[in-house]
Nanobody, 116 residues
Framework: QVQLVESGGGLVQPGGSLRLSCEASGFTFSSYSMSWFRQAPGKERESVAVISSSGVIRKYADSAKGRFTISRDNAKNTVYLQMSSLKPEDTAVYYC?????????WGQGTQVTVSS
């Protein structure tokens, strides 16, 4: 059974940093690309970053470039999203996700609120 469990969200001031974690189980983590998405209130879910199975290839949404870093530790079955220089518009529920056998799986999400 595929499980994705996010953690690390919270309330942070503008300009601050957070590191999100997503622990995966139920599949061979090291064989699959992993992604982070986010969904702000009243908006569609959007892709933030994706990392290849080996971690060599990383791609970011324009909104994340230069501020967010996606990484993974295949020994720990965990993918991370380091976020810095956070802005109020980064406020959203953040989800990790992967695709296995043409099915997309989601975690439960973790809330990130950027506010003074």
């Amino acid at each position: 059974q595929v499980q994705l469990v996010e953690s690390g969200g919270g309330l942070v001031q503008p300009g601050g940093s957070l590191r999100l974690s997503c622990e995966a189980s139920g599949f061979t983590f090291s064989s699959y690309s992993m992604s982070w998405f986010r969904q702000a209130p009243g908006k569609e879910r959007e892709s933030v970053a994706v990392i290849s199975s080996s971690g060599v290839i990383r791609k970011y949404a324009d909104s994340a470039k230069g501020r967010f870093t996606i990484s993974r530790d295949n020994a720990k079955n965990t993918v991370y999203l380091q976020m810095s220089s956070l802005k109020p518009e980064d406020t959203a529920v953040y989800y990790c996700s992967t695709i296995l056998y043409d099915n997309r799986y989601w975690g439960q999400g973790t809330q990130v609120t950027v506010s003074s």
